[in-house]
């Protein structure tokens, strides 16, 4: 009789905390549906007409026009009490003319900056996810200015909806266990530049980051896909980590539904995209990373690539792919297993 009641006792247990912790799983995911609903067309376009606007040249490295995209960045966070990882008022990881004019041959650049923003995590603040966007374009040529909403303000301003649905999360009591790096990187047209310097002067070990979710335009349509715009390209989610891999996938399934494309993600694609933005240099550091990227298209390095030509509707969905992805990886019980390690 006592071993009934043991056993009975035992698998009551068991059956209740089994319960609570699908409850707590179904809570998780509703409220992750709940945030990433504050991630809309209107507030990304708003934003994105004015970060591509004539008023920012371009947004060429260490250039007027790029000084006040990274203000305009560094307001933002500050208005919505997203607080900097390096303190205060600095919101500026600086990046010397030194080092941008010893890695790139792309004429005289004069000194810029990353932007940092940080959101710690409630339960294991020590690991940290990544999710970067360049900031910079290229300028003003030939008397032309050369807007660059898809490349990159497109990513640029998917950060900053993702930061504010994650903010909003905290103000409920709701934060990620993980902590969030959200990182706007300089000279990336130059040369990778920006996050060539953060992965060589990380504000946090390289050792414990996560993942570098990297957004490289994702506002626009390209010609493969001109009969059903509901994709994404994804580059290098398998490439380290079998389990980024299937979170991305599993998640998308769960919320978004986007046809994932991942023919650039092929070892011979002649394009070499895997190689070609920020993500790259996270990756070369055995760092598990996923690029998100609408393809090229004919406005693509032109004057012509401006925020009315961007479809919104289009951004904001891709842009919750994002944010439940990271979302998930926050939050999950286990770290992101690194299990892919290239051999040199």
Request: aromatic fraction near 12%; proline fraction near 3%; glycine fraction near 6%.
């Amino acid at each position: 009789m006592k071993i009934f009641i043991y056993t009975f006792v035992f698998f009551f247990f068991s059956a209740c905390s089994s319960s609570q912790n699908t409850s707590k799983e179904i809570k998780n995911a509703n409220n992750a549906e709940k945030y990433a609903a504050t991630i809309t067309a209107e507030n990304l376009k708003t934003h994105l007409y004015v970060f591509a606007s004539d008023e920012f040249e371009g947004r060429n490295t260490g250039e007027p026009g790029q000084k006040k995209a990274v203000q305009y960045l560094k307001d933002f966070y500050v208005s919505q009490k997203i607080k900097s990882p390096l303190g205060a008022d600095d919101y500026y990881q600086e990046v010397p003319a030194e080092f941008l004019n010893k890695n790139s041959r792309r004429g005289e650049l004069k000194a810029s900056e990353n932007v940092l923003a940080f959101i710690k995590g409630t339960e294991k603040p020590e690991e940290i996810i990544i999710i970067s966007a360049h900031l910079d374009h290229e300028g003003i040529k030939g008397g032309e200015i050369y807007n660059g909403a898809d490349d990159d303000g497109s990513g640029s301003m998917a950060i900053l909806e993702i930061a504010e649905a994650f903010k909003m999360a905290v103000k409920e009591g709701k934060g990620p266990k993980r902590s969030i790096l959200f990182l706007h990187v300089t000279g990336e047209e130059k040369g990778l530049l920006g996050s060539k310097y953060y992965t060589e002067n990380p504000v946090f070990p390289l050792s414990n980051t996560v993942c570098n979710l990297n957004i490289d335009m994702i506002g626009r349509v390209d010609d493969l896909h001109k009969k059903d715009s509901n994709y994404v390209y994804l580059i290098g989610a398998d490439k380290l980590s079998t389990s980024l891999h299937q979170v991305s996938d599993s998640i998308n399934t769960k919320y978004t539904n986007i046809n994932l494309d991942y023919r650039y993600n092929d070892e011979n694609d002649p394009n070499r995209f895997y190689y070609r933005s920020d993500h790259y240099n996270f990756a070369k550091q055995n760092i598990p990373v996923i690029f998100y990227f609408n393809g090229t298209h004919e406005d693509y390095h032109r004057p012509s690539d401006t925020a009315d030509k961007i479809e919104y509707d289009l951004l904001a969905k891709r842009t919750r792919l994002i944010f439940h992805t990271a979302w998930e990886v926050a939050n999950r019980k286990a770290r992101l297993a690194l299990d892919k390690i290239p051999t040199k």
